[in-house]
């Protein structure tokens, strides 16, 4: 949802033009934020309990999903920020919504690389079953 929505913005902001974002697309960003945010945290509860049986392809393509994702995130929030911030005024309340997205996006790379790491190892108390751990992969 974030990128069918943000990916206008970002080829707009990349070619120079100045983007505002309306009232709704606030809202849609707030909502998008808060469920992400649920979502992380609820499953980070579940994490111990979840077991995978091994797949070393699966797991790699959610290891790479997992950067790309920050990465385009990253790239939109530093146009944003360094590119666009000097042209309009200063709104604390954009800046911080703007910390939020990539903090909620941060957290959905290291969700998916925690899965891509149980994917790709296996534990010996659980033969072919690996559990939601972060292995190090995930780390910026």
Known sequence: MFFWDALPDYRELTAGEVVAGTPGDFAVAVFGLVIMQSAYWYGRRLQPEV???????????????????????????????FDHWRRSQFVLWKLMLL????????????????????????????????????????KS
């Open 51 to 81: 077991r995978f049986r091994r797949r070393v392809v699966l797991g790699h393509v959610l290891l790479c999903v997992s950067e790309v994702s920050f990465f385009f995130v990253s790239a939109l929030a530093t146009v944003a920020m």
């Open 99 to 138: 910390a939020a997205a990539v903090f909620a996006f941060f957290c959905y790379k290291r969700q998916l690389a925690s899965v891509g790491d149980a994917l790709l190892e296996t534990t010996s108390d659980h033969t072919g079953k690996a559990t939601i751990e972060p292995k190090g992969t995930g």
